[in-house]
């Protein structure tokens, strides 16, 4: 066949640069916000962070015979109240002390270890996890050990020096699975008692069956009764599965800090919606630069062929900026729209945060009452929070899907997930309710669900399986 050149003529749609940048805008929560901000001001010379200004009146001056007037002072002039509503307490979490590795590289300190076998065993530490296991193999760290520090050593080598790291601070430190973590707690222990005794040939000879709860079968195997086989469960709950949490002095913090795009108040009957603008910088054009360009400029419009490249590129960086600008208000805009639309659509469960009034609520229902589009729902509301009197809530949270009762009446998977989870609190620990048990409770009281629908939600409710959920 003959190669040959046509040209062909179709239509596309395609995404311009800035609805590009403008979605990504859209996507990002209040702290990146403010990362983004702050980078385009450096990346754009004609950007300038605005100055927050006081709108505060001037304090009146006071006589002296006015201010030894005590009893004569309101009681209004004897405290300030110059805080805006986004002015919160906000804790301060301070990073310091050591590191997990730091502590344990200080304890290898005082082992009597050779050069060569203290910077192998410090190797071994670095690759450690933050919950304390160890999860790469031997074989694997002794091929990094000679690619980065040049030493040839040996899984066997390797393996006597993790014992050494097995026996520090915190127990379990160094474990490569469940069960030799709660071994190496227990060996630290004084096995000084039955359940104790117990707990630990649990552990050695009968794990399997102790993950599976197979709790039956182990007390017919051991021959103990079940008093006696529930102290020592007891003794095995007592034991950390993360033994790097156990160390917390310079470690990081496992309860991270969210900052909330939306604030909502609710007083008198009435709600206040704002969004959170606490920390986000408010940028502007810096007026010296289209001073500069005004400067250049001719009185009969010419410009000299030398300042032609500079005036270009001061333009374009305004008009990037301008752009800037108009996308994050953009951004604001679409962002206060969408957030009102939800809290017209769920009032009454913004009211005191009860759930079971929460509406079915999908993507479409919001995207239909805005007139945006559905994609565009969806990336304003993940990654969202907003704060209420009961609490931080994720956006995404609140969109359910719908389920329908025997009467027809249109719920919330919500009040599903509820019930459902409210079942399974009353249970019988000792016969947990089965995912069709469940379905079939749940149809008792006229909501028609089938059993997967059943096992969907409780996996959502993070509940294990009733096999799992067994108890003596």
């Known amino acids: 066949m003959a190669i040959s050149q046509r040209q062909i003529q179709k239509l596309q749609q395609t995404l311009s640069p800035q609805q590009i940048q403008m979605i990504k805008l859209l996507e990002l929560p209040t702290v990146q916000l403010e ?3 702050k ?4 990346d754009n010379i004609v950007l300038e962070e605005e100055e927050r200004t006081n709108e505060e009146e001037e304090p009146q001056q006071i006589s002296v015979e006015e201010y030894l007037r005590e009893d004569d002072t309101p009681s209004y002039k004897s405290h300030i109240n110059n805080y805006s509503k986004d ?3 906000r804790p301060v979490y301070l990073s310091g002390g050591r ?3 730091e502590f344990l590289v200080e304890q290898l300190g005082y082992r009597n270890l050779s050069e060569r076998e203290m910077r192998l065993a410090v190797y071994i530490v670095g690759s450690i996890d933050e919950d304390g296991y160890l999860r790469r193999d031997l074989l694997s760290i002794c091929d990094d050990i000679a690619f980065s520090l040049g030493i040839e050593t040996t899984e066997e080598e390797l393996e006597r020096l993790l014992s050494v790291i097995h026996e520090l601070e915190p127990a379990g430190v160094g474990a490569r699975n469940l069960r030799e973590c709660l071994m190496l707690q227990m060996e630290q222990l004084d096995i000084n008692s ?6 630990k040939r649990i552990i050695t000879a009968h794990f399997e069956e102790f993950v599976k709860k197979h709790y039956e079968k182990l007390i017919s195997r051991l021959q103990v009764t079940e008093d006696e086989f529930r102290e020592a469960i007891e003794e095995i709950r007592h034991l950390s599965p993360k033994p790097g949490n156990l160390y917390s002095e310079g470690g990081t913090d496992t309860t991270p800090y969210i900052i909330p795009d939306f604030l909502l108040d609710y007083h008198d009957g009435k709600f206040d919606l704002t969004l959170n603008s606490y920390n986000v910088p408010e940028v502007r054009v810096n007026r010296r ?16 062929a030398e300042d032609k490249e500079a005036i270009q590129f001061v333009k374009s960086k305004i008009d990037s900026a301008k752009w800037f600008i108009s996308a994050i208000k953009q951004r604001h805009d679409t962002l206060m729209r969408t957030m009102q639309t939800i809290l017209d659509y769920q009032s009454e469960y913004f ?3 009860d759930k079971s009034k929460l509406r079915p609520m999908i993507l479409k229902d919001i995207a239909d009452r805005t007139g945006l589009d559905v994609s565009t729902i969806s ?7 907003v704060q209420t009197s009961f609490g931080i809530i994720l956006l995404k949270s609140l969109f359910s899907e719908a389920m329908q009762t025997e009467s027809g009446e249109e719920v919330s998977s919500y009040e599903i997930k509820n019930l459902l989870q409210q079942c399974i609190d009353d249970e019988d620990k000792r016969r947990p309710l089965t995912d069709e048990n469940l379905m079939d409770i749940l149809n008792a009281k006229g909501y028609r669900i089938a059993r997967r629908t059943v096992a969907k939600y409780r996996e959502m409710l993070g509940i294990p399986v009733a096999r799992l959920r067994k108890q003596i």
């Open 35 to 37: 990362q983004r901000i």
């Open 39 to 42: 980078q385009e001001i450096e």
């Open 87 to 89: 002015d919160k307490q």
């Open 99 to 101: 590191s997990l590795q």
């Open 194 to 199: 039955r359940p104790r005794r117990l707990a």
């Open 289 to 304: 630069y289209v001073d500069m360009i005004r400067d250049m400029v001719r009185p009969d419009g010419s410009v000299r």
């Open 351 to 353: 009211k005191d945060g």
């Open 379 to 385: 990336r304003v509301v993940n990654s969202k929070y």
